[in-house]
């Protein structure tokens, strides 16, 4: 059975900071492509950032750029999201997912819908 199960949401002031992560069970995580997604009340889901499976690649949307790093371990199955310089509107839900396609980082650009496995999501709110 997979599980993605992420972790270090919380309350932080705007210019605050946060990491969230993603632990994986029940597949090889070192071959599939993950990433992060985020849905705000009355809005779609959308893609904040993707990394492909050796690291080598990465997609980071506009809003988002030089503000979070994505980054993962191999080894430890998981998968990390370093948020800085946080803003009220990057308040959401965030949820990991994963993904053998080829087509992850295209996907990353829109909701994710070609991604396999979610998480359930951790909530990020940042106050102003």
């Known amino acids: 059975q997979v599980r993605l199960v992420e972790s270090g949401g919380g309350l932080v002031q705007a210019g605050g900071s946060l990491r969230l992560s993603c632990t994986a069970s029940g597949l090889n995580f070192g071959i599939y492509n993950m990433g992060w997604f985020r849905q705000a009340p009355g809005k779609e889901r959308e893609g904040v950032s993707c990394?492909?499976?050796?690291?080598?690649?990465?997609y980071y949307a506009g809003p988002v750029k030089g503000r979070f790093t994505i980054s993962r371990d191999n080894a430890q199955n998981t998968l990390y999201l370093e948020m800085n310089s946080l803003r009220p509107e990057d308040t959401a839900m965030y949820y990991c997912?994963?993904?053998?396609?080829?087509?992850?980082?295209?996907?990353?650009?829109?909701?994710?819908?070609?991604?396999?496995?979610w998480g359930q999501g951790t909530q990020v709110t940042v106050s102003s």
């Open positions: 990394i492909n499976w050796s690291s080598s690649n990465t």
């Open positions: 997912a994963a993904t053998t396609s080829g087509r992850w980082y295209g996907e990353c650009s829109r909701s994710g819908g070609g991604f396999d496995y």
